[in-house]
Each structure stands twice: as C-alpha cells, then as structure tokens.
C-alpha cells in the first residue's frame, strides 16, 4: 500500500470534522433511537507503527531502546572484567604470579575459563532479547 | 626438518583436503544451478550448520597455525588473540546480528547504500572491503608457503601459489555456490585435527612425566638436537655454546667442532647446527628470551605492554564485526532470531577450537624450541606431532591429520574471502567493463586471488595471527562504527558516515604501512602506529557523529521505515516494504 492511499483509508481528516459539526449545529433533530457509539475504529499498534504515527513511532524507539540497553549490558558483562585483568595485572604484579594448581591463574581463565563464561553470557542474552521481541508482537498485535 | 620423516604422511592430509574440498565443491555446485538456488537452499540448512560453515571460514590459519606460535613466544600476552577472536562474536551477536539478518542486505556495501541511499558510501565500503580482504589473504598465503616449506622443503612461494590456484579452481569451476557445505564440513576437520592431536600431546606429556614449562632458566635443549637454518637468521645467544656446525657463521665456514660465541651472531641459510642436550637455545633477534616463569607472567617481553595489550583487545573485540567475509554468511539464515542464534553457536564452535592451542604454545617450549631460534613458530602445531609422539606410525598419522587440517584453514579463508572480494570487485569495478555477470565474477576472482599473491611474496612476513590481526583493526576502524551508527543511530547521514570511513581506514591503513616501513622506531610511536585500533576507532566513531550532527538535513525521510525492519521481529506481521538492494 503507497502512503497517500494509506492516509485516505485513514477517514476524515480533524479539520473536515471540525467543520462538519459547525455545519450541523444549528439543525435540531428529532431523536428517535438511542445514539449508535460511532467510535473510530480500533487501531493496533501494528498499524500505528506501519502509519508512523507518533504511537508507533514511541512503541518502535521503545522495543531499539530496550534491545539496545540489552545488547550494551550483554557487552558489559563480557569486557568489564575483561578489562579489568591487564589492569590488574599491571597495578598489582604479584596477581600475574598467582597459581592455579599447577597453571598459572591468567592460564586457566583466559586459555580455558573464558569460553564456557561468553557462551554463558551469549546464552543469556539471546533468550532476553527473544523475550523482548515476543512482548513486542504481543504488543503490536493487540492480543 | 624437511628431511624424511612422515613426509608423504604430510603429502598425504594436505591432498586429502585438497580432494575432499574441490569433490564436495563439485557436488553441490551441481545441486544448485544459481546464487539465487544457492542462497534460498541455504536458508533450509539449520542454524548450528551454517554456524559450523561460518566457523569454518573464520579459523583461519593464524587460528589453526598462527595463535600456538604466538602463545609459544608471547606467552601471557599472547593469549588474548584467541579470547579476542572469541569475543568478537558476542559482541557481534549482541550488537549487529539480528539487525543486520533483518536489514536484508547481502553484503557490507549494500547494508550501505540501503541504510544510507548513497552510492558514495557504498563506493568506499567496497573499497574498504577490498583492503580488508586483502590484508586477511595475504598471511594465508604467506603461511601455506611457510607450511609446505617446512614439511617437505618446497620453495617458500610454492604454497602460496598452490593454494591461490585450489581456490580459482574451486571458483572459476562454478563452485561459488558451493561454499556452505565445503566450510562446514572444514570446520569439523579443523577441530578434529586440533583437538585430537592436543589430547594425544597431553597424553604423551603425562608420560614423559610432566615436566614444567615454567622454568626459571631460558628454554633449553631436551635433547642433542640438529637445527637446519633455512633462511639467515641474527640470533642472540646468551652463553657461548659449543656446537657441531655445518656451513656458515658470522661470515666464516665451518665444518665440525664450533663455538656460538655470546652475544649476536649471523647464521646464514643452509647451515645445520647440532646442539648438545641441556644447552641454551639461541633466541632469534626481536624474540626476547625469557625463563618459562617470565614467559608465563602477565605484561613483558614488550615496551608498553598495557597500551598493545589493550589497542588488540579494542581491535579484536570490535573488528570481528566488521569482517565481510563473516557477515556475508549471516544473510543466509531464515530471519533475525536464527540468526541470533546461529552466532551463539559459533561461540560456542570457537571457543572450543581455542581451548587447544595454548597447549600446543606450552609444549612447543619443551619439545621444539629449535623454534624460537629459526622465528618459524608458526610451525609448532605442525612440528609438536613428530617431536613428543616419535617418528613410528603413530607421529605419522597425527602429522598427517594436523597437515590436513592445516591445508583446510588456509583454503577455507582463502575462498571465502577470495568470494566476497570479487563478489564485491564484480559488482562494482569489473561489472562496469564486463557486463555479462559471470564472466564478470570470474575476472573478479583472478584478481581478487593474484593482487593478495603477489603482495605476499613481495611483503615481508608477520607472525600469522598479528598479521591477521591487522585485518580486524582496519575492520574495528571503519566498519565497526559505520554498524553501530547505522543499526542504532537513526541521526547517521550519509557525509557522516562517508566522512567516519575515509578517516577510520586512512588512519588504520596508514599506520599500519607506516610501521612496516619504518621499523626502527622503538617506544611509543612503534607502540602507536603498530597497533593503531586504539585510537583510530574512536577518531573514526566521533568523525561519523559530529559529521553526522552538522548535516541532519540530508537525513532521507525513510529512515524510520528502515529502523522498523532492522529492529521488529518478523513474527509483529508489520509492513515491511522496504528491502536493501542485493536481497533475494
């Protein structure tokens, strides 16, 4: 669908009602029923977004913020203490000289211990980030 | 060491990959007939194969080779090559992954020019993705030389130029479509032919009593050992050493009884020289020789240990997100959330490579320190086999294995990147003269193979895996920011980028060519301009912002639509009308 056929689909606009009602007004009516609700149609949020209406724009900026926080603390939790070793290492030489049993410490963390630790970190981040897509469809189909 | 022993063993793996490689290629190029059936087959493969594929792509020879030779000298510090290699794909996976699957982009100039609607920008990036192609491929190159040399005595060019034809033949031949099921199956090679040796040298380790690399003397010889020089060579020895010697020393020939005398001494090529056991090994100059206690501490051995200890982290951490070569392959899953999940694989496949080679670092010092005198340690993984499991049937088929697992990692690179690089030469360079696609793609890969080849016979010869390392700093400057912004900046323009890439790989490229060149600088600007990530990152990630900032008025209008199919997933059902140029 092109945007101009979009925004006729859309309905009135608010200025074509405004002037609708001033049209109306001085008319009296006979009331013969109980008024129907004419209510604008439900819009999902699905729809927002697709319209880029200001909603969707607030409902997209914030699933980016959201997964952009989760991907920044995903990258904290793996090069903070990272980060901290040569640090460490190098304020405190007697750390670099620590033994494991019969290996070096800095051996059995980042020759060995790294890997289980980032996949762990790698692990825990892909199950947030497909919590966060599965809110957001819930969200935008309006279920 | 090219003499006798388990030499047609080595001709044996390294044909056996060879076969396998060029079969396998053949066969599925015949099951697809278009890069079209090629990709949407693909898509059908599950995620822990195409993650098996990009692996299998990515441990190259400066993983398979490059990274034991380094640990062996560089101890400590050495380590983080591979925990970078490593990490570099959680950041990938937290940061790029899902986004650029959505984008629909098939490779780094197209992500461009769809994100940014600029031809410039898509111009630069395939520039840009030439140059890091290029840097990646030549130490391949240069290693396939180093490793046929020393196991069977070939002319230093010889593997180079084998492996440039393997991969042309592969490509021209119409195996470009092939390449998924060639590289995973490479993956599993390479770590059944990491992994096994590794167990086995433990194994025979343990039997030979467990003696300790951490010495507090200098590495010695086991021992009576015949080192061959096969290139001239300075070493340092540190105690005069009698010796046997056959050839040339310090300008004089000798034959028989010799004294290495202390300090620095000129050995040239085709000189054997016999040591007695216990004796110091002469260390080359530039390897600085260290007790097996200073080896294995943290920050020595080099002159601002914590400015390169972090410049590679930053370079590594971020560069491997920005490799072409990789993120080609991450168009090949199904959507964004397999593709998320195909990058948790690959942590997981490399990490488990990487837990070997520190091993091999390790026993190197014991069992082959000729190393450290000859500098040709990126052959220690190749060489460990032979020295602790003997010369009967059993050191053979193990060299045999490591062989064929070497010849897979120089070819699996070789051929992704080769692809990607004229993947990208063809579409943008050559396609403009030769408009028939394929003949146009395969103008490209002779190109994109000969320039790497002759560049590597010309270039003098990093270690491997710092050689490749600076691939992933000129990646780190350039491609790096240019995903971050793109992905999770809607404000990017295209000047800012444009203007972010020219810097970031003017910067990155030409501080690494000035320290090739000038190689006597020593302190901080050898520091500086040897490992440029440090600070060209973040020059080139501020450059894309400011820019960015002063030129928000060519901002184009449909960047919100491009933020909604980068970061929706795909089961919210939303329009997505828009596609980058270059899907299927």
């Known amino acids: ?143 | 060491m090219s003499s006798g022993f388990g030499e047609q063993m080595a001709v044996l793996g390294l044909t056996l990959t060879v076969v396998i490689t060029i079969v396998l290629a053949a066969y599925s190029s015949r099951v697809a007939r278009t890069t079209g059936d090629f990709y949407v087959a693909a898509r059908s493969v599950p995620a822990w194969w195409n993650a098996s594929a990009i692996s299998g792509e990515y441990l190259s020879a400066a993983s398979f080779l490059g990274v034991a030779g380094l640990i062996m000298v560089g101890g400590a510090d050495a380590v983080w090559f591979p925990v970078g290699y490593a990490v570099g794909y959680v950041l990938l996976l937290a940061l790029v992954a899902a986004p650029l699957r959505r984008s629909g982009a098939y490779t780094l100039p197209d992500f461009c020019e769809a994100r940014l609607r600029s031809s410039t920008v898509r111009l630069a990036a395939s520039v840009l993705v030439v140059v890091i192609g290029w840097l990646y491929v030549v130490p391949q190159l240069q290693g396939a030389g180093l490793a046929l040399e020393i196991l069977l005595g070939t002319p230093v060019w010889v593997g180079g130029v084998l492996v440039a034809a393997i991969v042309l033949v592969v490509l021209v031949g119409g195996g470009m479509r092939s390449v998924t099921m060639v590289q995973g199956f490479q993956y599993w090679l390479k770590l059944v032919a990491m992994l096994v040796p590794g167990l086995l040298l433990l194994a025979a380790w343990q039997l030979d009593g467990r003696p300790s690399a951490l010495t507090d003397s200098v590495p010695t010889f086991r021992a009576e050992t015949t080192v061959a020089v096969e290139a001239d060579v300075r070493v340092v020895v540190d105690r005069a050493t009698a010796v046997r010697a056959n050839g040339t020393i310090d300008g004089e020939a000798v034959s028989g009884a010799a004294m290495l005398p202390a300090g620095t001494v000129a050995i040239d090529a085709g000189t054997e020289l016999t040591f007695p056991a216990g004796a110091d090994v002469p260390h080359l100059e530039g390897i600085p020789a260290r007790t097996g206690e200073a080896w294995a501490r943290p920050l020595e051995g080099t002159e601002h240990p914590l400015y390169r200890t972090y410049a590679l982290m930053l370079a590594l951490f971020l560069g491997t997100m920005g490799l072409p070569h990789v993120l080609v392959r991450f168009y090949t899953n199904p959507d964004g959330r397999q593709a998320r999940r195909t990058a948790l694989i690959v942590i997981a496949l490399v990490g488990l490579f990487y837990l070997v080679p520190s091993v091999h670092g390790m026993l190197g010092r014991l069992y082959v320190p000729e190393l450290l005198m000859t500098g040709r340690t990126d052959a220690v993984v190749l060489l460990l086999p032979g020295a602790l499991l003997g010369e009967g049937l059993p050191g053979q088929l193990v060299t045999a294995l490591v062989c064929a697992g070497a010849a897979a990692a120089f070819l699996a690179t070789a051929t992704g990147l080769t692809v990607t690089v004229a993947g990208v030469l063809s579409q943008d360079l050559v396609g403009r003269v030769v408009p028939d696609p394929i003949r146009s793609f395969r103008w490209a890969a002779v190109v994109a193979v000969l320039v790497p080849l002759v560049l590597g016979l010309l270039a003098a010869s990093l270690p491997l895996a710092q050689a490749v390392a600076l691939a992933f700093t000129v990646a780190a400057s350039t491609f790096c920011p240019l995903l971050l912004l793109g992905i999770w900046w809607p404000r990017l323009t295209d000047l800012g980028a444009a203007a972010g890439l020219v810097v970031g790989g003017g910067l990155a490229v030409g501080a690494i060519a000035a320290s090739t060149l000038l190689t006597d600088l020593g302190g901080w600007p050898d520091a500086l301009l040897s490992q440029p990530a440090a600070w060209a990152m973040p020059t080139a990630l501020l450059t894309m912002v400011l820019v960015s900032r002063a030129t928000q008025h060519r901002l184009h209008p449909g960047v919100s639509r491009i933020m909604v199919r980068l970061h929706t997933p795909e089961s919210a059902q939303l329009h997505q009308t828009w596609t980058a140029r270059g899907s299927r």
């Not at chain 1, 009135?12 to 008024?35: D, F, K, M, N, S």
């Not at chain 1, 211990?113 to 497909?130: D, F, N, S, T």
């Open chain 1, 1 to 143: 669908m092109s945007r101009e056929s979009r925004r006729r689909d859309q309905g009135p606009t608010r200025r074509e009602q405004a002037a609708a009602r001033r049209e109306h007004l001085p008319r009296r009516e006979v009331i013969t029923a109980p008024r129907r609700e004419v209510r604008r149609p439900h819009r999902t949020v699905a729809e927002d977004i697709d319209q880029e209406t200001r909603v969707g724009r607030v409902f997209l900026q914030a699933l980016i913020r959201t997964q952009l926080r989760l991907g920044l603390a995903t990258v904290a939790l793996v090069v903070v203490p990272l980060a901290a070793l040569p640090l460490l290492f190098g304020l405190v030489p007697g750390v670099g000289a620590l033994q494991a049993g019969p290996l070096p410490l800095w051996w059995l963390l980042l020759g060995f211990l790294v890997y289980p630790a980032i996949l762990a970190v790698g692990w825990w981040h892909v199950r947030q980030a497909e919590r966060n897509e599965a809110r957001f469809t819930e969200l935008v189909e309006g279920r």
